[in-house]
């Protein structure tokens, strides 16, 4: 049987596979809504700044003295100004406290009773953030926020008390003031946000998912229903069966992965800075990396729902192990390790500098070789053992 | 070629459970090979095994002169299978599963229409040939099924029971089709089945087989000569007024070797002996029994089943009754009379 013969057969395998998607109505509509709802999941569900609108914070003033009245003026000046927070009175860090419990307020602001008076006599004058921790990452973001906003406040008490003293204009108080400054020149044109982080490893698993959960359901269905039995008894390589069921859920992951790289870019404004073809070339080769792992779990599993389960059970951790959603250098040691043991790691990695930052083959190539080497090695062992198992 | 299949102590074991144990059966070239047994038997190991679906625990096999082991490739390329699902793509029309397998077998394109066409008229689908497989009806789908296994014209066509769960009409038809296809392609055809008209109707030879063995293999006349000689008395029989304690006494008589109750008043007596006959009548007259309907049957493949095994096979395949009653113009002759 040769090359021409096998690559024959399991095209006409795929033929049939994807008109039968085709003309399966539930499953082409599922086919659609799995990546909008996974994209529509991610966009909103992860906390960005943007989060953080509105939100109700309360300012305590305790400090009768004029320095204080005008702080707090200013505060709540910058802060409607920014809209990022909305200022609501209080009486102190205990109603403060109180109203955070109560879920009213997200943070509060405290300006102490000896504000004014320390500021007078020359002295630093203390400002605290009450902070809520048990929600972390919005009191993070608070957090930040009301430092930038205070220091930018003092920053403008000492260039006024500056210039005034030295009899120098505003900027040269400025550089008397804060004397360095800090510019950021990112490498990715634009402002690019998490969602551009997130886009590439998404795509990247919508393909897996579909290649992983695909592959077994498609060989193991087919088991099931009897209808392997005409391919396994026709004249044709057993290679050409797993190569037919291959390209019909390689089609059908491209397609879904395609539909999250339109909707990144229509709705959620991620740009592609690299090769298109080349991301499509890379979404292939992530596709084939997986194909092993679906035939061998195939082969093992018994029936559709044990290849399932077998499945879901090796996807949950590859999703979050894999810095789709994290960065990898965020984790602890060992589960790095780990995360650079899995194919979805380097498919995601390889994607996201190609997609963000235009990077070309020479950059991905460690990527490349890892995830071609996988896909061989793992499809090597895969075969004879799918072989044997269709013949117990 | 000689001998379409050959097999020395093919043997297929599940865990503990012996599914195919030690079988030997030389099928001929161009014949009909019925292999016949209850469920659970071992007819479908059997087949899936020769299919080189399945991988014998011992033993070897050749189909179409080919080892079945070492030479799977070869063996593929000349057989045929309608297997007991049946194998065929719901959303895809007919035409279009014959497309797809006829170029799993490689057959030319014009060709392959051609036995499209042809195949299509001989089971009177031409009509329904762009409609997807979904919409057809079980009858319908079995026709497809089989004239799948024909386009690449194999030298030997493995059946592994094709009208199970068919209506009447497809039933006959389909039985008339394969003895067509063996008539005029001089195929080899295999076929399993727990019917025994249809093994007595179709078949050259018949394999008894029963827990994986071969228990009896015969021409069906032989094989009912066998019991012939013993003066055994098949009845169908019916009382208006039958009651458990006649079925009892019945069941008691040393004489009456089996007795199935079909229905409220419908009884299937097998009796041996001599005065097999007039137990039956006399037992059932002594309690107050009226007899409606009395039809005596020529000792059929199923007697010998029983005969043979010392088991009902009935029993085991009780909806299948119908079927064996139903025989019609092909069914074994009937002697029928009507008692006073
Ligand atoms: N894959 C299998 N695993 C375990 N036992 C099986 C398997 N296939 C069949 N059997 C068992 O082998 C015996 C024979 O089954 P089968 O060949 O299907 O019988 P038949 O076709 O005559 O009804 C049955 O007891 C069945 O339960
Ligand atoms: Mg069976």
Redesign the interface.
Known sequence: MGAGDTLRHSLWIAWKDLLDLWRNRMAMVMLILMPLFMMVMVGYIFPTESALENADVGLANEDDGPLGIAFAQNLTYVSEESGLMSLKDSTGFDDIKQRIRDGELAGGVVIPSNFSSNLESGTQAVVEIVSDQSNPQISLLLQGILTKVIEQMGTWRAIANVSFQLGVNSSEALAIVKPYTVETRGIVPGNPSYFDFVAPGIMAMTVMMSVMTGLPHAISYEKEFGTLDGMMVAPIGRLSIILGKTIAQTSRGLIQGLIVLGLAVLIFGVTIQGNFLLLLFLLILGVLSFVGLGILITSVARDEQTASMAMMTLMFPMMFLSGVFFPIQQMPVFMQYIAWSLPLTYATSALRKVMILGADVQSISTELIVLITFGIVLLAVAVPIFKKAMKK | MVEAIVTRNLTKKFKDLVAVDHVNIDVKKGEIFGLLGPNGAGKTTLIRML?????PTEGTAKVAGYDIIKED?KV??H?G?V???????D??TAV?NLK??G????IPKDTLEKRTHKLLKLVHMEKWAKS?IGTYSTGMKQRINII?ALLSVPDVLFMDEPTLGLDPQSTTEIREFIKRINIENETSIILTTHMMVEADMLCDRVGIIDRGKIVALDTPRSLKRIIGGEDVASVDIEIPNLTNEMLEALRNQPTIVSVVRENETHLLIRAKGEDAFDDIIDTIRARNGKIAFVKSLEPSLEDVFLHITGREMRAEVSSKVKSFQGGGRHGPPALSRRVR
């Open positions: 299919c080189t679906l399945l991988a490739g593929r390329e057989i299978l297997s007991e699902k049946m194998i065929m793509y959303r895809l279009e797809l397998f170029k799993l077998y490689n997807q799948r």
